[in-house]
């Protein structure tokens, strides 16, 4: 389930962090599913439970996991209510940043516009499951 990568320069949490949000979003894992404890996904990826903790907190803080005391951690339903505003003003800075720099790389408009529209294809596809 998990690929970490010891050589990436990018901390061991944070590549847990990055891989639980891609399945969350890929609708792998589904709101109110149990995930492995952190004792469990330690020693699944033979690191220090700690750094899996870390993870956990960082997840939670997010909104993406909760935690149950004596039953363990789910996955949180995506929030309808409450919307952080500062985090979408992040990643909104992030996709412009990232835009300016195919831009500047020539990548062709054309093709920047069809990975905007195959992102919308998925995304009505997963509405619809």
Request: aromatic share 6%; hydrophobic share 35%.
């Amino acid at each position: 389930m998990f690929q970490i990568d010891l050589k990436c320069r990018k901390p061991i949490y944070e590549q847990v962090i990055e891989q639980y949000k891609e399945l969350i979003m890929a609708g792998v894992l589904k709101p109110e599913e149990k995930i492995p404890s952190v004792r469990d996904l330690a020693k699944q990826l033979t690191i220090n439970p700690n750094t899996i903790q870390k993870a956990y907190r960082e997840l939670e803080s997010q909104g993406y996991i909760y935690t149950v005391s004596g039953l363990g951690s789910f996955i949180s339903a995506p929030s309808q209510g409450a919307i952080d505003r500062q985090k979408i003003e992040e990643l909104k800075e992030t996709v412009r940043r990232c835009l300016k720099e195919l831009l500047y790389l020539n990548c062709p408009r054309k093709e920047i516009m069809d990975i905007v529209r195959e992102l919308q294809l998925s995304e009505k596809e997963g509405d619809q499951k």
